[in-house]
Structure formats: structure tokens, C-alpha cells
T-cell receptor, first 113, second 109 residues
Framework: EAQVTQNPRYLITVTGKKLTVTCSQN?????MSWYRQDPGLGLRQIYY???????DKGDVPEGYKVSRKEKRNFPLILESPSPNQTSLYFC????????????FGPGTRLTVT | QKEVEQDPGPLSVPEGAIVSLNCTYS??????FMWYRQYSRKGPELLMY????GNKEDGRFTAQVDKSSKYISLFIRDSQPSDSATYLC?????????FGSGTRLLVRP
């Protein structure tokens, strides 16, 4: 089944404890992206990657890191999480190197206390 | 001014009604337009993808783009309770999608 998977789906952590949210797609898509979704603010892009080893900042990159070492994986790293990073996170991918028709993962609900 | 404006609703309609969901945008350079449906606690699901002005139909769903007015619409015919969800418009800005804030739709049986 063609899909984007994320792990973990739910995570509660404490301020400052490094964490990684994994994202993987099995559709051989070039483009991958991370979004956060907050009430009243909608979906905002954190980082994106046009292809392997190429990443760039989105609208809200502060406090996040990404890497794209393999085509299928695009992990999101929070080096020192803070409470304002409590949010619902989505990974997405699309076939071409642009945003295009994006397919989303199921989401990761992160709470930072 | 936000790049994309969308009424948050909620919009409540009886089963079988025709639903009209709308977004306005500010940048006339946008060429590709999308509608996503998001059920509670799920990821957004791509419903419709259109290029430039005109209509596109897929089953009970019709997407309409009016570039001269910078206005996009999604029509749902014969709405069903299973259509109850949040509907997000999205504009393709090359390397990112710009989303509206979403309209919550409730279809009452």
C-alpha cells in the first residue's frame, strides 16, 4: 500500500530532551516536507526537501533540524524541545521536486512539558 | 493580509444538501489549487487538484477556480454524514503549499 508513515504517533516529553520523529514514504517520491498544525494557525511548513541531500527552510524552521540521507526517509529532529513546540506534526511527500500533489502521513501529536 | 482566507465555519447542513466551500487568495501568480479533506485525528487527504481557471468534477465533488476574482470553491453534491470533516484549500507556491485555515463541515443525518 502506498503510504507515508510517521513514528511515534504520540509523544509526551520534557523540555530540553532531544527527540526525533521519523517519516518514511514508499512511493519513490522526490519531495518531502514537514508541517505543524496549530489551532487558529492552520498548517505551516517547517522544512522541505526537493531530493536527497537537498533541504531548505519553510516558514517556521526555528528549533528544528532535518536530514535527507535516503530518498524514502525524512526525519524531523528537535534538539532541545520547548513547550511552544507542542503541536500536531505532519510529514508529506510528492512525486516531483516541487510541492505538487502532496500525500500526508497520519500525524504525530507532540506534547512538551 | 493572509495569503489565503477561508471561513472556519462550522458549516452545518442536512444530509443531501449541496455544500459550497470557498477560499480567497491574494497572489495572482498561483497556478495550482488543491482541496484536502481532514477527518478528526487524521492527516489531510487530497481530494481535488486543479490547474488555472475552470471546473473539475470528480463524482460528487466539483472544484472551481476563478483566477480573475482570486476565488476557489469546492462543491459537494448530495452531501453525506461521512463528508463531515474539515476541508482545507491549498495553493501550490512552488516548494510549499499554502493552506487556508480550514472549514469544518457537519452533515446532519
Amino acid at each position: 500500500e502506498a503510504q507515508v508513515t510517521q513514528n511515534p504517533r504520540y509523544l509526551i516529553t520534557v523540555t530540553g530532551k532531544k527527540l526525533t520523529v521519523t517519516c518514511s514514504q514508499n512511493m519513490n517520491h522526490e519531495y518531502m516536507s514537514w508541517y505543524r498544525q496549530d489551532p487558529g494557525l492552520g498548517l505551516r511548513q517547517i522544512y522541505y526537501s526537493m531530493n536527497v541531500e537537498v533541504t531548505d527552510k519553510g516558514d517556521v524552521p526555528e528549533g528544528y533540524k532535518v536530514s535527507r540521507k535516503e530518498k524514502r526517509n525524512f526525519p524531523l529532529i528537535l534538539e532541545s524541545p520547548s513547550p511552544n513546540q507542542t503541536s500536531l506534526y505532519f510529514c508529506a511527500s510528492s512525486l516531483g521536486q516541487g510541492a505538487g500533489e502532496q500525500y500526508f502521513g497520519p500525524g504525530t501529536r507532540l506534547t512538551v512539558t | 493580509q493572509k495569503e489565503v482566507e477561508q471561513d472556519p465555519g462550522p458549516l452545518s447542513v442536512p444530509e443531501g444538501a449541496i455544500v459550497s466551500l470557498n477560499c480567497t487568495y491574494s497572489n495572482s501568480a498561483f497556478q495550482y489549487f488543491m482541496w484536502y479533506r481532514q477527518y478528526s485525528r487524521k492527516g489531510p487527504e487530497l481530494l481535488m487538484y486543479t490547474y488555472s481557471s475552470g471546473n473539475k468534477e470528480d463524482g460528487r465533488f466539483t472544484a472551481q477556480v476563478d483566477k480573475s476574482s482570486k476565488y476557489i470553491s469546492l462543491f459537494i453534491r448530495d452531501s453525506q454524514p461521512s463528508d463531515s470533516a474539515t476541508y482545507l484549500c491549498a495553493l501550490d507556491s512552488s516548494y510549499k503549499l499554502i493552506f487556508g485555515s480550514g472549514t469544518r463541515l457537519l452533515v446532519r443525518p
